[in-house]
């Protein structure tokens, strides 16, 4: 054999043993996977170990646009950012209607007049969002508004007036990560469909918002992800699930088509987490509505933690999901994560 095919083999050789050795030593990919909220008006979880314990690191505030012009409302918001920043939370912030009530001359009476379908004009949202930067410079995430394709929400053919809103969140706050819309995945029958919604959107704002939001309680509870799907070929945007999780109880709904009980949540949650949160890179972040649940009669009932103060099976699927994924609960904090190490029993 001539020499330049002995050297072509050992050059050949040892970029073989070299290509061995980096396999042997390169770490593996890490898995990417959506990052995991908890979305709750209520401060409850702020001080409960239970979540403290789970590592979790993002919260979201429903908060009405006006919340801050209502005493008792700009008391509850100061006192629920107050407790998030002390535990080092980065805060959602979804806009939703007025919760107030006024009193107003109506055909010669004087009558209460709810406010809830009463938008704001841009001009009295941009002041709005910026009194509430000033009170709040760390909270930097925000959603225009809450389910704007619901019929329930007087956005639902305001396309136009949420494009102001939303120009006005960035115009104000450039370095913000605002999701143009937060939609609710709802039949035709309760709402515009999400992806007409959004590509009158895209088409009057002028080009493709950067991050989105959605609430897809349907997909979620009756385990598909059809409308997910639908929004992801809809948009070029992230998306974030900022109001989700499996349904308890409705006290309004009696047959949705799938079972309302604990044990059908903890399915859903952890289809919301293992299957949804798969789809596609783009849905960047989960968040799990409610902490916890306050009676047995609550007419809305997505809670972790039950009535009874008792972790339900969703927390445990929660729990395993993160710890799966590599984020260990702080047993010192709490052992109720089903992934801590059980104590000996007492003889």
Not at 244 to 262: H, L, M, Y
């Amino acid at each position: 054999m001539s020499q330049m095919p002995r050297l072509l083999l050992c050059a050949l050789a040892v970029g073989i043993v070299a290509a061995a050795a980096l396999l042997l030593v390169a770490p593996a990919a890490t898995p990417t996977h959506p990052i995991v909220g908890i979305g709750d008006d209520k401060p409850d979880l702020f001080k409960d170990p239970r979540f403290l314990a789970l590592g979790i690191k993002n919260v979201r505030l429903d908060m009405s646009w006006d919340a801050l012009s209502v005493g008792y409302q700009r008391a509850e918001v100061t006192n629920w950012m107050k407790e998030a920043k002390a535990d080092g939370l980065s805060v959602l912030v979804t806009i939703d209607h007025s919760d107030r009530v006024i009193t107003e001359r109506v055909h010669g009476k004087n009558e209460k007049v709810s406010q809830t379908r009463v938008l704001p004009t841009v001009a009295q949202y941009r002041n709005a969002f910026q009194a509430f930067r000033k009170l709040f410079p760390w909270v930097t995430q925000f959603a225009s508004w809450d389910e704007t394709n619901f019929y329930g929400e007087a956005t639902y053919d305001k396309e136009a007036l949420v494009v102001g809103y939303y120009q006005a969140m960035q115009q104000a706050c450039p370095n913000c990560t605002i999701l143009a819309a937060e939609f609710l995945d709802v039949p035709k029958s309760e709402g515009v469909p999400m992806t007409t919604w959004a590509r009158t959107f895209i088409k009057l704002a002028g080009g493709q918002p950067q991050f989105w939001g959605l609430n897809n309680y349907e997909d979620a509870n009756h385990l598909v992800s059809t409308s997910t799907r639908q929004l992801l070929a809809a948009v070029k945007g992230n998306i974030w699930l900022a109001e989700t999780g499996g349904i308890v109880n409705r006290t309004d709904v009696k047959d949705p088509g799938f079972p309302q009980n604990a044990a059908h949540a903890a399915k859903v949650d952890n289809y919301l987490l293992d299957t949804i949160g798969s789809l596609s890179r783009r849905i960047q972040r989960i968040y799990l509505y409610e902490w916890d649940a306050k009676t047995p009669r609550d007419g809305w009932d997505t809670a972790l933690i039950s009535y009874t103060g008792a972790p339900r099976e969703s927390y445990d699927v929660l729990a395993e999901t993160l710890e799966s994924w590599g984020i260990k609960p702080n047993c010192t904090i709490s052992s109720v994560p089903p992934t801590c190490p059980r104590l000996p029993a007492t003889p």
